[in-house]
């Protein structure tokens, strides 16, 4: 289904939008931050790293995945990859006192919380349920890259996403069982005539 399909369509989730996007433009700029972008093929790619992963690391379906941090590229993919995985991807405002991220970490029974560096330096002195995984080595984290899988535009601070441009998408070496009950798109409470897009 290409990605209009999808829009046009009644449901569709989100990861698989940007798989489609992948495909049709895998070229085009998918995130940008100061440090770098990120193309759709390389973010789908990205992506499937991430529900490997996580899905390596025993976290199930439904399983809530925690977020603690500001807005990145590296957010944006893994919030993607537990939406992949078919988890609850779970952000938490990183404003909150560390208590009060602890406490809701420990309620949404996260077995995984990756946290940013101003995350972690608040969370220093407190026990964190589950594993912890610092943004600033997410690129040992991930699953390893699939063969005759692409990478592309370098960013400097992540050195799995650097590579060569335009080779098709592939499978993830790891296997993740894609699932359609989380992440998304519903367009069915479009009031009538309004656009699809």
């Known amino acids: 289904m290409t990605a209009a399909e999808m829009l046009a369509s009644d449901f569709a989730t989100l990861p698989d939008l940007i798989r489609a996007h992948a495909a049709e433009q ?3 700029v998918a995130l940008a931050e100061a440090d770098g972008e990120l193309d759709y093929a390389s973010l789908d790619a990205l992506v499937d790293r991430v529900a490997a ?21 590296d957010y944006v993919a893994i919030f993607l990859g537990a939406l992949r995985a078919g988890c609850v991807a779970t952000p938490l405002a990183p404003s909150g006192t560390p208590d009060s991220i602890v406490a ?7 077995p995984i919380t990756f946290v940013d560096a101003e995350a972690a330096s608040a969370l220093g002195g407190h026990h964190i349920p589950g594993k912890l995984v610092h943004l600033k080595s997410l690129g040992s984290w991930l699953a390893p890259v699939a063969r005759g899988r692409h990478r592309s535009r370098s960013r400097p601070r992540m050195a799995s996403t650097s590579s060569t441009r335009r080779a098709p998408p592939a499978s993830p070496r790891g296997s993740y069982k894609a699932t359609r009950c989380a992440g998304h798109i519903s367009t069915a409470t479009r009031p009538p005539g309004s656009p699809t897009r």
């Open 26 to 28: 895998g070229d085009k």
């Open 53 to 73: 992963a996580l899905q390596r690391d025993g976290v199930r379906q439904g399983d809530a995945v925690a977020i603690v941090a500001a807005a990145s590229i």
């Open 104 to 110: 809701m970490i420990a309620d949404c029974a996260a």
